[in-house]
Each structure stands twice: as structure tokens, then as C-alpha cells.
């Protein structure tokens, strides 16, 4: 694995949760990481992804150094050829070229404006660093994809599931606020690399990227998606297709008891932070099927897998 | 020691301060922490604390995560049963089992809002900490109390005092903003275990809680207070009864070399940051007297000793 | 070297930058600073210097806490005498003290006003630090020098010159906004203590602190100034008579390839964040000549060598 910036850097998903597996029964440092730095810049705001990151790089024995982008440095400019006489101090160009000479791996998050498509699709901050940057850059959720997560949330059905093949469905669910599509894409994503019969509902006008759903059968009954459900993945995300907008509010998404009662005694996921009683009712929450929590502590494991085999490849 | 949020926490003060006392002269690292990282929560400003914890923790042996609660991750809902549908992104139920598995000791500060004494005594930050992390929770300084202060501070009195049983005042002084009464609540309660003679003094409308100082005197003419005081604690807090209220900015409670000439060449202590020359005039900090510096130079090992007797019990 | 807050502190520069090539063909721990800690304190933006000193203090061995000084923690007092019933909760001697009490080097960065230019001089944040620390103290970039970042330039200009003394120009460029400056002076005043030929061009206005200057030649054409020249240091700065001012925002000081064509195929260097087509052009700056980033790489192993002295000075 050279970089982690999208699931297509995962040569084989089975081998790097059947590590992750093994990093969380060991919890100890494997010494591969000593005398490594770690590197994290953050645009945005984080918990889970900075403090398991941080805590699965210093299980690794390396060093780790963190900065919130903007408010700590110098505001970048991204784009080629820009005159640089505005607001912005400092052009990706240097900015990658020279944190390389300071990391072992950088690792960059930053959330699409969920204003103009194609400009979040272009993914500007990420694919500056990739471009850039002269070592390997892992994604901790861009404009577009959250594949620590993903990684995270793959690993927690392969510990959950049984024998059986089990049917996972993708919820909506309402939010005050306008949310990125990042983790729906992810998620969809590595569901569609495991053997799973995955199951997409929303209202209408919520469907996600076809280019990312393709095949995935995509219903607007959310009851009838979630029949049988052996895990349930509840999320908001705003509309894709009128970009960025908030289209409904309906209560009648919430994910509460009565929905649970029409799953298979469905697992609960989400990748938190959870509003609760508007995402997912508190009875969901704190009842026996939420295996949130659980979830929220793989992170530092797959993080762990993730940089493992990208310091193991940089020796190479 | 399980947790350490309150002086109840601690089982016998003088063997903590004996081993506080020890590690002073050690300041080497006892490697009981070796492995285990300490999570730093800050919903307010702290150089001491944060400092001295975080060093505190390495001379442990122990990795330290910090992070600036709302500003670099989510604004946390305490209530239980909220609908989260306005700014308050994540429920500390998730946010203390989340952390908690990222974490082998949690700390958190946060300060009271000093408008609704109620909500004040409930605590809600700290006490959400407590009641949903599965790991050990530390006061960096809460809405009642800063036990990590008060336990720096007996250690100060004991290294400083002689043979006689010393007469230990905490004196009120004038501050132009609204402070919090933590750090003298827990000093008196701190003092209150300890063989000392306590006196506080402050303006009337200014009393501490009568809950804390219980049958400790507390008189309203300084003068009074202060005769042969061996150890004179200066701070400001806002009324407690006329709640979080300033009534007074009268400096004739500063504290100079007339109200040090009252004492018994007293030994002056603050916890810090201090007003100079409206808390405490130059001539006493620059004087021979002042052991602020000593006394914040002692907060490494009181955490250390907390931390390294939470560490072990955790071992058990 | 006890501290390191501007040049002087230097004994034998080429030592020192003999010691920091060797460092970085190392690129290993020294050990020097085990069981020893960095406190770095920073009032403005940092990114290289923030992250190239954290990791050359973890490079030997030292634990390093970070703090944004006004944003963490208390806003400081540094005048004497201040009656500080105000916006500054902590006065310089109580913050300095402490922290060399939780610190074995204490680190700062504090950026000029660029008002007053008789206040700048004095260099109140870091003169504080410096007169109330009871430890060594490094200038991180204060209001008029930034030896580090000079440290760092003279070691690159050391690894590129060839056998002939090499002609080397700093040269003024646009920009919009009020730079300080700091990093010219150091510039000017470390290629003082080189075997090179030194000038500065500037438009007029635009004259250093003719007590850094001394007898460097100041020439107004920068043609004239280029001519020959070996090493080019492109830079912005605000006016220095005309304190603080931007007189000029002409573009034909802009760096361009015509530029580099008047000089002996120059090697370009700026201290960076560089403001692309405004000080220097893309071209240039993508070009072969431009050394910006192997100088921003060197900042680590400058910073490794003044970390080493200082902490050798003080085991003795």
C-alpha cells in the first residue's frame, strides 16, 4: 500500500481486516513505526479520527505531530498558476513538498463546501497533498470518501456477521444540518468488495453518486429495505442531486425501535457523532443493538492496519 | 484510587503527599505508565495544568493525547433524553465510551458558566465524564472544584511548614473579572484534612459555600484574619450567595506588605495566573515570602502521584 | 550556547552548520535529550518552524509540548508595574518562571506589530521570556530576527557554494500585506559572519535597520544588484524608515525567469510560505534553480544543532 486516499488503495480487503483483527487482540506496539513520523493536518474538526490515528500511530511506535491547517499555519492556495496577492499565504506546491521532509506520512482531512459538485468531487485539498507530496497521504475523510471508516466499518461487520451471508442496509436518516456524502460513499463502497447483500434506502432525491452505487439496489421504502436487515448503517447525508441541499427533515426516517422490529434483529451502525432522537432514537442507541461503540473503538485498529502496511511498504 | 474528580477520591492525603514528595526529588520516569495514554480534554484555557499534567504523564512513561473540546472537535449535549436537533453535534454517552477506548485515563476541564448555581453544582461535564467512561476520570479543574490544585497546595504546606501547626489563611482579593469558587473550595476542604489552624476571610456577600467551609471560621475583617498567619492564600472568587456576581473591586483587600507585616512573615501562596498589583501587589510577589513559583512548580508531581496511584490501582 | 535568541548567541557559526550537515546525514536520535522537554509557545502561525523544531527535538530524544500561547492558554502582561485590572490575566514573570519549571528549553515565536517601531525593537515577548526564564530560551521568529531560519540559510548556502566565494543578493519583492522584518535582518546580519559577498536591493523606502546593514551595500537597481550573483534570497518587507508601511507593491520586483537570466545562474532561495507570481514567479519557482524546498528541509537539522549545543551547555 503506497497511499490510503480511496478504497481502491486496498489490494486485498480480507488480508487487511484479518490485520486489523490481529492488531486489536495484540493492542501493542509492533516497533515497525519507530523513528517515523506521523504528520496530521486537519481543516476540519475531528475526534475520533484524530485521537485514533494519533493513538494507532504511537501503537506503532511512531512519532506523531498535528496541526488544524488553518488556524495553526498558513491559509493554502490550491490552484495552479494562481497570483498569489489575496488571503491565501502559502501554495500546496511547497506546503506538501516540504511537511514531506518533516513526515514519514502525511494524513489530511478536509470536508467538501457542499456548494459547487465538481469542485468537491476534484477533491482539491487531498489530491494536492497526493500530487504534491513526496511521501504516502492517508485520507482522513475527504470531500468525497472516508476510507478509514470504511476500513472500520468492514471490519466490524466481518467481527458481527456469522455464517451466513448477511443483508446490510444503508439508511438515511434526517439532520439539522447539510452533511458531506463522504461516509455513505465509503461505506457503500467496501460493502460492495465483502459478501454481503447490500441494500441502499432514502427518500427520494437522496440517491447517492450512481458512478458510486452502481449495481447496489437504491429503494425509497425504507421499510421494505429493511426486512430481514441483519445490520442496519444509519446516516444522513445531504442531496447529491440537487448538491448539497437539504430536501427533508422527516421524522418518519428516524431510526427508532419499531423500525429495528422489522430487521432480522439487526446489528446498529454509525459512525458517530449521532444526534440522538433525530438520527437514531435513544431506546436504538442505548438498547443491545447498537454495537456503536464497538465500531467507534475499531477505528484505532484499522488506522493501525492501514499505516502498518504503508510503513511496511515504504521499506521496501 | 479509582478516579480523581474530588478530594473524597483521595484515601489517605498524607501518604499522597508523601509520594508527591518523592517523585519531586526523583523527577525520573517510574515507567508504571508505560503503554497507557492519558486523554486531555480542555473546554477552557489552562498553561499550568495542561502543562504540568501533560509532563506529569511522560515522566510516567505514558503517551498524552490533548485536544481543545469544542474548538477542534464536536460541541457535546449533556441532557439525557435531548432531541439533537439544534448545535450540539455529539451526546457525551458517546463521547466518553468512545474516548475510553482511545484512552487509559480520561482528564477534563471545564469551567462553570457562574450564572445558574444549580446547574453549576451539578457539574455536568465532569459528572457526564464520570458516569459514562469506563476508564479513570481526572478533574483538571471542574465547576466546584480543582482537587489537582488543592492537592499541589498541601503539598506546598507541608513541605514548607515547620514543627508547630500552622495557622493557614485564605484570604479574598479583588479581581475585575467573575471567577470561579474551584480553587477555593478545594483548598479549604484540602486544608480541612490537614493538622493547620484555617481561617478564611472575605468580604461580607462573599462567603464561600457553608457545604465546604462547614465549622472552618470564616471572618469578614481581614485585619482579624490574617494576625499570625504562617500561610496566607490569596484569591479571588465571585459570590457564591449573590451567585457569580461581582459586589466588590475594593482594593483595599489587595494584598501588599501591610497586610504581610500583619502576619507571621507568612509564607504567600496563589495558585495562578495572577493580577499584579490588584490581586497581589509587586513588593509581596517579588518579595522573599511569595512561593507561587514553588507552588506551581509542585502541580507536575501532584498529578504525578495521582496518576501513578490511578495507574496502579487500574493494574489490580 | 545557553539560549538562542538572535545570532549572537552563535560561538562558531561554521561549526555550528558543520554540526547540523552531519546531523542530517544522520537522521537519527542522538539520545542527548532523553528525559529532557521543549515547551514551544507560539503567539503567530507556524507551520515550518512549528513542525521542523518538534520533530528535531524529538530527532534527540525530547518530549515536546505545543501550545497556542493567546489561544490555550492566558493573554500576558510584559510591562512592569502594570496594574493588570485589564484584558491580561498573567503577567510575563509568573509565565516564565512556571514554565521553566515544566520546561528544560522554552521556544517562542512572537511576531512584531509593525505600528510601533521603538516597541518592536524591544522585543518585549521574547526579551521577557528571555530575562525571566530560568532556562534556555530559542527564538522561534520574534519581531526582528529569526536566527533559526538564518541558521538554516546559511547551512544551505554552505551545501551548494562551490569552491569560489559565492556572490549572494537578497533582494526585496512584492506582497500584499505588511511583512516584518525579521528574516531579512537575520539573513543580512548571518551572511555578515560568511566568506560571501553580500548586497541587498531594495527600492527606496525599503533600506533595513542600517545597524544590521552596516556596510553591506545597499543598492536600489536590482538589475546592478543581480548581476553575477550566485545565490539569490527573494523576500518581502514592509518599510523600516517608514515604519510598517507597504510603499510598493511593484510588480517589476517581481522574481521572474528575465530575473534569474541577469545572475549567474543563481540558486533561489526563500524562507517560505513564498506567494506564487507575487513574489516569486511559477517558473522560477518550478524551475531548476529555485533550492526553496531542500532549504525548508534543512530547517530540522538547523534546529537539531542549536537543540544539541543548548542541551550540551547545560549538562555541564
New interface residues.
Given amino acids: 500500500m503506497k497511499n490510503y486516499t480511496s478504497l481502491e488503495d486496498i489490494e486485498n480487503l480480507e488480508e487487511l481486516i484479518f490485520e486489523a483483527r490481529e492488531l486489536k487482540k495484540q493492542n501493542?506496539?509492533a516497533e515497525v513505526g519507530k523513528?517515523k513520523?506521523l504528520?496530521m493536518l486537519?481543516f476540519n474538526?475531528?475526534?475520533?479520527t484524530?485521537?485514533?490515528t494519533?493513538?494507532a500511530a504511537?501503537l506503532l511506535g511512531m512519532?506523531v505531530?498535528v496541526?488544524?491547517a488553518d488556524?495553526?499555519?498558513?491559509a493554502l492556495?490550491f490552484e495552479d498558476?494562481?497570483?498569489?496577492?489575496?488571503n491565501k499565504?502559502?501554495?500546496i506546491?511547497?506546503?506538501a513538498?516540504?511537511?514531506s521532509?518533516?513526515?514519514d506520512i502525511i494524513a489530511v482531512r478536509a470536508f467538501p463546501g457542499l456548494v459547487d459538485r465538481e469542485k468537491d468531487e476534484a477533491d482539491v485539498v487531498l489530491a494536492g497533498f497526493e500530487k504534491y507530496a513526496t511521501v504516502p497521504v492517508v485520507n482522513l475523510e475527504s470531500a468525497t470518501g472516508h476510507p478509514l471508516q470504511a476500513l472500520t466499518d468492514a471490519m466490524t461487520v466481518s467481527e458481527l456477521k456469522g455464517e451466513k451471508k448477511p443483508k446490510v442496509v444503508l439508511t438515511w436518516a434526517p439532520h439539522?444540518r447539510a452533511l458531506p456524502q463522504a461516509v455513505p460513499n465509503s461505506f457503500v463502497e467496501v460493502m460492495q468488495k465483502m459478501d454481503v447483500d447490500l441494500v441502499v434506502t432514502n427518500p427520494e432525491g437522496y440517491d447517492l453518486n450512481p458512478a458510486i452505487t452502481k449495481d447496489t439496489p437504491v429503494v425509497h421504502e425504507q421499510a421494505e429495505a429493511l426486512k430481514d436487515a441483519d445490520f442496519v448503517y444509519v446516516k444522513n447525508w445531504s442531496s447529491y442531486e440537487q448538491y448539497g441541499k437539504i430536501l427533508s427533515?422527516d421524522p418518519v426516517w428516524t431510526f427508532d425501535n419499531k423500525k429495528l422490529g422489522l430487521t432480522n434483529a439487526a446489528k446498529i451502525m454509525h459512525c458517530?457523532?449521532?444526534?440522538?432522537?433525530?438520527v437514531i432514537a435513544?431506546e436504538v442507541?442505548?438498547g443491545k443493538n447498537s454495537v456503536?461503540?464497538q465500531q467507534?473503538?475499531n477505528r484505532?485498529f484499522a488506522a493501525q492496519a492501514v499505516l502498518k502496511r504503508i510503513l511496511e511498504n515504504s521499506k521496501k
Fill in positions: 501493542s506496539a523513528g513520523t504528520g486537519f474538526p475531528s475526534l475520533r484524530r485521537l485514533s494519533e493513538k504511537k512519532e505531530m496541526m488544524n488556524k495553526d499555519g498558513w492556495e498558476g494562481a497570483v498569489m496577492n489575496s499565504a502559502e501554495h506546491k511547497e506546503a513538498a516540504v511537511l521532509q518533516y513526515c439539522p427533515e458517530l457523532p449521532v444526534r440522538r432522537n433525530v435513544d442507541l442505548d456503536v461503540i467507534a473503538g484505532t
